[in-house]
């Protein structure tokens, strides 16, 4: 297959870029000689690239699409942020923005709108989740070059013009801005006359301050005991995590330590404040999604036997970025460290330098022992392991890639058109309505490869001239197979992937809100929350070797 002018341009950049990237680091002091020697090659080839390349070359571009496919290698979460990456990062951990108040998801040639925030200019305009913006003040996004999603922004009140997909009909709109503030703590309740619950979906800068917040308005309401939902919640701010453990154990106490071969980035975090409350019985969901500062506050907890901890596996995530500052506005965001819990453990589940064939990370699976204060026995390598797994909580990565390829996505957006509910006590998933989604999945196509399929991919591709129509037969019916094992797979994993879709359904026909009032009535994860909160010494019995 013929190269394109993007391909042959990128490998010609992504090896020279390397010494660019790692100027400043502690390893130039031992490798000056071939950190110049890179920088010499870098600057000569891409000087003379842009000289004597055949067509106009825009080395801005070129730049930008050979540091991110170098940093592809490693994990990732080491990235590099452009001027307008730099400002939506500040955003995401801010929790302030002005705009339409709506979550989005950019395309090539489109933007999808992912959620429409209750009571903002998006959600007052009519825009809807799975709606298909495909020009923004005129400009047509299927030949935009950039981030469109940054278009939607801007000053408070002012105004953008939209045009857009809905269920294959095209239509406009005119979208105020507003600030828009992005909670931390979207809802918290009484889920029963002595429970609290309060569901904290980031870590932002509003965080700690928001679940304090909170914790003592459910306590003055009659909270006897607490369930901290962080199921879904990607992470953020170590610093919030931190502040969010010292609501729960006393000023002094060690949560966190990083490790890393920059001297300076070896530290230990301790609380730093005087708790909240230390007695109350605490109970802390987490899934497959939560990762990063929620495995910092659910780990903590755990080890300190502070928590039970309830639901499924968290990701895995146990590394550590920073952003580091370099010249115009752009800024590397990278690894730094390694965090460790009280116990000493590190979580991280994969390992980002060594892959298999198909070059994916290789999952852990020699987990080491660890003890928690009490002495209870608790796992590194794989995320944080509940004390109690509950079976609509856990996810896989073939659930993972439900999500991540817009199937669950696409039969939310068609259900929500075909089935109107209008009040929440009269919402129902049906099985019925599961089999619809199946066949739907099975028409929509899985796109998610095993390390197996990768490699049946590899070998189908590198296949010489003796290939045969036989062997060429071979690869459709294992390929097909494959399919079809895949379809059987959305039987064996039905509660969690119902989960899944009843969420993002009720989202759409209640709002945030709606989830979560359903959620305390329904949710099995929450029920069984509230059950071990309730019966004291199955709780004790829990923290206790």
């Known amino acids: ?71 592809e290698d490693l994990d990732p979460y080491t990235t590099f942020l452009n001027e307008q990456d730099v400002e939506a990062y500040k955003i995401n951990n801010s929790g302030e923005y002005s705009g339409i108040g709506a979550s989005v998801r950019s395309y090539a040639d489109k933007v999808v709108i992912v959620e429409a925030y209750q009571g903002y200019p998006a959600d007052q305009a009519g825009l809807k989740a799975g709606d298909e913006i495909i020009s923004i003040d005129g400009t047509d996004l299927s030949g935009f070059e950039g981030n469109a999603s940054e278009l939607l922004k801007g000053a408070r009140n002012t105004e953008v013009e939209l045009i857009y997909k809905r269920q294959d009909k095209q239509m406009t709109a ?39 917040e909170a914790l003592i308005d459910l306590k003055a309401e009659g909270a006897e005991r607490i369930v901290l939902d962080l199921r879904g919640n990607p992470g953020g701010l170590l610093s919030e995590a931190i502040e969010i453990v010292n609501l729960f154990v006393p000023k002094g106490e060690l949560i966190v330590t990083t490790r890393s071969k920059v001297k300076k980035f ?89 892959r298999d064939e198909g070059g994916n990370a290789v999952r852990n699976s020699n987990y080491q022992n660890f003890t928690t204060r009490s002495g209870r026995t608790v796992q590194d390598g794989g995320g944080v392991l509940p004390e109690i797994l509950v079976a609509e909580a856990q996810t896989n990565d073939f659930i993972r890639s439900l999500q991540g390829n817009e199937v669950l996505f696409n039969f939310a957006t068609d259900f929500y058109y075909k089935n109107p509910f209008k009040e929440l006590g009269d919402f129902r998933f049906t099985p019925q309505d599961y089999q619809t989604f199946k066949n739907f999945a099975k028409k929509e196509g899985i ?18 001239d003796l290939a045969s129509s036989d062997i060429e037969a071979g690869f459709d019916e294992l390929e097909k197979r494959f399919q079809q094992e895949k379809l059987k797979a959305l039987d064996t994993y039905q509660v969690p992937i119902q989960k899944y879709i009843e969420e993002e359904l009720l989202k759409r026909y209640f709002y945030r809100k709606g989830l979560y009032t359903h959620y305390l009535k329904e949710d099995k994860v929450i029920q069984e929350a509230i059950s071990v909160l309730g019966n004291s010494n199955r709780y004790q019995q829990l923290l206790r070797p």
């Not at 992005?182 to 980031?202: M, S």
């Not at 039970?308 to 920073?322: C, D, E, M, T, Y």
């Open 447 to 464: 796109q998610f490869n095993t390390p197996t399929e990768a490699l049946l991919k590899k070998a189908r591709e590198s296949k010489n």
């Open 266 to 354: 070896n530290r230990e975090y301790r609380t730093k404040n005087k708790a909240v409350d230390t007695e109350i019985p605490l109970a802390i969901l987490v899934d497959g999604r939560s990762a990063s500062a929620s495995e910092i506050v659910s780990g903590g907890l755990q080890d300190l036997d502070r928590a039970v901890i309830l639901g499924g596996r968290s990701f895995g995530k146990g590394l550590v970025q920073r952003p580091l500052r370099l010249t115009y506005g752009t800024q590397l965001k990278v690894t730094i460290s390694r965090y460790y819990t009280p116990s000493g453990r590190c979580i991280q589940a994969l390992d980002y330098w060594n």
């Open 1 to 71: 297959m013929k190269a394109t002018k993007k391909q042959i341009l990128k490998r010609s950049l992504v090896v020279a870029t390397v010494a660019v990237l790692w100027v400043g680091n502690t390893s130039f002091a031992n490798n000056f000689f071939e950190i110049a020697k890179q920088i010499e090659i870098f600057t000569t080839l891409f000087k003379e690239l842009n000289m004597n390349y055949v067509d106009d070359t825009n080395p801005g571009d070129l730049m930008d699409t050979a540091i991110k496919s170098m940093l």
């Open 174 to 212: 005119a979208v105020g801005r507003a600030n828009v503030e992005v909670d931390a703590v979207p809802f918290y309740a009484l889920a029963d006359d002595k429970t609290g619950y309060i569901a904290l979906t980031r870590f932002n800068r509003k965080a700690s301050a928001q679940t304090k």
